[in-house]
C-alpha cells in the first residue's frame, strides 16, 4: 500500500467507534502537541488542541500535486495508557475515514502505528519533533 496518508493516517487505519475524549492532563498528550516532521521529510504537521480532542493538520508537504494536501485534518481521540503511549482513533476529514491509532511520544521522537484492511496491512511510521 503507498503511503496514501501524510500525517498520522500512514498506517493509523481500522474501522472503529469513537471513545471517550482525550485526556488533557496526561503527559503524552502534552508531549504530542508541537510541530512534526515525518520520517522521510515529505509532510510536517501540527498536533494542537482541537475542542476535547488533539487535531493533526498538515502544515507543509513536498508534493502538492499528491494525495496529501496542506489542510488535510485528523482529529484524534485518544485515552493514554502510559506517559508515554497514546490508544485510540482518528477521523480524517476528508476523507471521511476513522482509524485505530497507537503513538508513543518522547520529548523529540514520535512513532504512530495502525494497521488497514482489518488488521492485515500494518505499518508505523516515524516523527520527528521541529524546532518552533
Known amino acids: 500500500m503507498k503511503k ?3 500525517t498520522l493516517w500512514l498506517g493509523l487505519l481500522m474501522l472503529t467507534a469513537i471513545p471517550a475524549p482525550l485526556l488533557a492532563s496526561s503527559a503524552a498528550a502534552t ?11 515529505a509532510v510536517r504537521i501540527k498536533i494542537a488542541p482541537c475542542g476535547a480532542n488533539l487535531c493533526a493538520v498538515n502544515t507543509w508537504v513536498k508534493n502538492p500535486n499528491g ?26 476529514v476528508r476523507r471521511k475515514m476513522q482509524f485505530n491509532m497507537t503513538i508513543t ?16 496491512v500494518c505499518k508505523s511510521v516515524d516523527w520527528s519533533r521541529q524546532n518552533p
Do not use: F
Open 31 to 41: 508531549q504530542l502537541t508541537g510541530n512534526w516532521t515525518r520520517d522521510d521529510g
Open 67 to 92: 494525495k496529501e494536501h496542506v489542510g488535510d485534518e485528523l482529529i484524534l481521540t485518544l485515552q493514554p495508557v502510559s506517559d508515554s503511549v497514546l490508544k485510540g482513533q482518528a477521523y480524517d
Open 105 to 120: 511520544v518522547q520529548s523529540a521522537s514520535m512513532r504512530t502505528s495502525g494497521c488497514v484492511v482489518l488488521g492485515i
Open 4 to 6: 496514501i496518508a501524510t
